[in-house]
């Protein structure tokens, strides 16, 4: 029988509600953090604690992320994401649904009183663009370097792991300047903003709502863009599953190439690749080598490419159509300002690369000394 047979309506309509907002993929990649994917599924060895796997052989655990459900054909034991979540955690129906739908910030919706999950909802694109002009870039460092300082006391562990889970080690997230705040410190920093700011300076800056509650409620890893040494935007990831979206920012525009400031101290001619995202960045960064970062659906803007003049730069995007595109479409930014932009093509994203082989770094560099040769010899 299945368990949610008998369930209350109010259960099964809550589990419909986490169905339709849960990220199926990160949701799995949270069990399964070496899993591989291929198209729409996902390969992985399966950590169901009861089926006690040897942890050696082949990956047993198929996951369908169109729809959600999973199969371990060792066991032939299978069924969507709440049954998944019974078996890691050994709970029932019940228990799995209203965990899953509290990490997704649904419950409390229809409680009595809003949940803090529904009071920092970020405002409406126009609700923000209706009375507030956004910060200068004077104050919006002020207020950025003062939320990432009240953040850095707090306790950085869950981010920590969450960065150490893609390879990437406190010494390079410290560096890079990324802070994380746990859930249960969202309160606290609120207040210490306010003690620093007025509620009008918080929401032009988009840190705060109408609400007057901090808007950082499901995303807490925070990425900052420094320019001249100061913080002058972040973005910031949920390091839950299945919270969508995955990212919010503060007000404003990406004012950089993620991790450009860092350049400066860089030696002219040096290999600076340009890659996509944080955690291919910060995975380059980890492992030596210096890396700038495309992030948001901003693109690359002419006036980022200046500062890059004097390096070689290597463009290592994923290996898919997208990339290809991208790549091209870079190469062609670069020539028209008179630079040249070298490509390398991995078998899958930098940092899967990363995690998967142990010579990367090695095979990045005679990949990269090939496309520099090319890069030189069509000149
Ligand atoms: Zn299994």
Redesign the pocket.
């Known amino acids: 029988m299945r368990p949610e047979g008998g369930a209350p309506e109010k259960l099964r309509e809550l589990r419909d509600e986490v169905k339709r907002n849960i990220d199926y993929r990160s949701f799995y990649l949270r069990y399964c953090p070496e899993a591989r994917q291929n198209g729409a599924r996902l390969q992985s060895l399966?950590p169901?604690p009861s089926?006690a796997?040897s942890g050696k052989g082949h990956p047993?655990?198929s996951i369908d992320l169109q729809q959600g459900l999973f199969n371990?054909f060792?066991?032939e034991?299978g069924g969507d994401a709440i049954t998944f979540y019974e078996l890691m955690h050994g709970v029932s129906f019940a228990r799995a649904v209203k965990e899953l739908a509290r990490e997704l910030g649904l419950e409390g919706r229809r409680g009595r009183r809003p949940s803090l999950a529904s009071a920092s909802a970020p405002d409406s694109a126009e609700a923000e663009a209706e009375n507030f002009a956004p910060l200068d870039s004077e104050q919006t460092a002020e207020v950025c370097s003062r939320f990432l300082e009240v953040c850095r006391v707090e306790e950085q562990l869950e981010g920590s792991a969450y960065l150490a889970r893609r390879g990437v080690n406190a010494a390079t997230a410290r560096r890079a300047g990324v802070t994380y705040f746990p859930r249960r410190a969202y309160r606290r920093v609120m207040r210490r903003m306010l003690e620093g700011f007025s509620v009008e300076t918080l929401r032009r800056a988009g840190l705060f709502n109408r609400k007057e509650h901090l808007t950082f409620y499901h995303h807490r890893l925070l990425f900052p863009f420094f320019v001249g040494g100061r913080p002058l935007y972040l973005q910031a990831r949920t390091t839950a599953a299945g919270v969508e979206p995955r990212w919010h920012n503060m007000r404003g525009h990406v004012p950089a190439l993620y991790n450009a400031d860092s350049l400066q101290a860089l030696a002219s001619g040096s290999v600076v690749y340009l890659v996509e995202g944080f955690t291919d960045t910060l995975t380059l960064l980890a492992n030596g080598f210096a890396a700038v970062g495309l992030v948001g659906a901003g693109g690359l803007k002419p006036e980022w490419l200046a500062p890059l003049g004097r390096f070689r730069v290597v463009a290592a995007l994923d290996p898919d159509a997208a990339g290809r595109r991208a790549a091209a479409r870079y190469r062609e930014l670069f020539a028209a300002r008179g630079l040249r932009l070298a490509v390398v093509e991995l078998p899958s994203d930098v940092n899967d690369f990363f995690r998967h082989h142990p010579a990367a770094g090695l095979e990045l560099e005679l990949l990269t000394e090939k496309a520099l040769e090319e890069v030189d010899s069509s000149q």
């Open positions: 399966c169901i089926h796997h047993s655990l371990c060792s066991r034991e």
